[in-house]
């Protein structure tokens, strides 16, 4: 997990990162994955974190400048 600040609202939130190169399609980890992320978006509730974005090309830094990307799930 890491924080992050929303575009938007400025907002401090939480950022759950997977490196799905290491998930096979049709795999258990795969369907979970979704299956959490279904879960979330479905949650409304005050004392539940909202799940406010899913971003499947996303990119970040690694140590050395570069930058990860992954694309589809």
């Known amino acids: 997990m890491k924080v992050g600040t929303h575009f938007e609202s400025g907002e401090q939130v939480a950022l759950k990162l997977v490196d799905r190169s ?26 539940v974190i909202q799940l406010k974005a899913v971003d499947w090309e996303a990119s970040y830094p690694k140590k050395d400048g570069t930058r990860k990307v992954r694309h589809g799930v």
């Open 22 to 47: 290491r998930i096979k399609d049709g795999s258990r980890e795969k369907k979970n994955l979704v299956r959490e992320i279904e879960a979330m978006e479905a949650l409304k509730h005050s004392n």
